[in-house]
């Protein structure tokens, strides 16, 4: 069965370092969103693309994080520079033309 | 989006029936009831989704009120890897604009405890 994949699993990094993280969605799906979860907390939507554009970026920290979907596949979710506010599970989803979302893994993020 | 409400824990016998319940009495005609499920340390996982019908699948059943203010989930056979996290949220449709305005916004969740 297809799966989103991402990658790092879990990132450690100091603040005020860069960080990077990486989706790749389930083949042909040309919706894909970002989510940032904290813990004891839902997800929270980031950014959301159809193919290469965004649509949604909204709750976006446009300051430190920015995102990417240059060829409307994979994706990567970064942060610069990284504060420790930002330690959360990073969530990629992605979907086709019904409603169901499909997540990755995630990311888990320590920032110390 | 409309609002939910949803308890914060249950518990469940392994092999009852697990019944969710979720307020959402500000929901407009044209939002759909979604459930998603998040157990420990994974991504949530889609389990069931409807409008104003009943709605069945191999994983629940979704049951939503003539009024549509409320819903409840049924999990019919509890069993201990239903363990998880049981979001309710109501969307718009994904039809229309690619789908632009189907937005999922998670808020804390039940978390169902089933007990061996």
């Known amino acids: 069965e297809a799966e989103v994949a991402q990658s790092p699993r879990y990132k450690i990094t100091e603040k005020s370092q860069a960080v990077a993280f990486w989706c790749d969605p389930i083949?042909?799906?040309?919706?894909l969103y970002w989510y940032r979860q904290i813990l004891g907390q839902g997800p929270e939507l980031l950014v959301q693309?159809?193919?290469?554009?965004?649509?949604?970026d909204s709750q976006l920290p446009k300051d430190r994080f920015s995102a990417e979907r240059l060829k409307g596949v994979d994706s990567t979710l970064k942060i610069q520079p990284a504060e420790l506010g930002d330690s959360a599970m990073y969530l990629c989803?992605?979907?086709?033309?019904?409603?169901?979302?499909?997540f990755g893994p995630g990311t888990r993020l320590t920032v110390t | 989006d409309a609002k939910t409400t949803q308890p914060t824990s249950m518990d469940c016998a392994e092999g009852r029936a697990a019944n969710l319940p979720c307020n959402h009495s500000?929901?407009?005609?044209?939002?759909?009831v979604y459930w998603y499920r998040q157990i420990h340390s994974q991504g949530p996982q889609y389990i069931i989704h409807?409008?104003?019908n009943n709605e069945t699948n191999e994983m629940a059943s979704l049951i939503i009120t003539e009024d549509r203010k409320s819903s409840t989930l049924i999990l019919p056979h509890a069993t201990l890897r239903d363990t998880a996290v049981y979001y309710c949220?109501?969307?718009?449709?994904?039809?229309?604009?690619?789908?632009?305005?189907?937005?999922?916004?998670f808020g804390k969740g039940t978390l169902l405890t089933v007990n061996p």
């Open positions: 693309f159809q193919d290469e554009s965004v649509v949604d």
């Open positions: 083949s042909g799906h040309a919706t």
């Open positions: 409807g409008l104003k």
């Open positions: 989803a992605s979907r086709a033309g019904g409603s169901e979302q499909y």
């Open positions: 500000t929901i407009s005609g044209n939002e759909y």
């Open positions: 949220i109501v969307s718009l449709s994904t039809r229309g604009s690619g789908g632009s305005n189907y937005k999922l916004t």
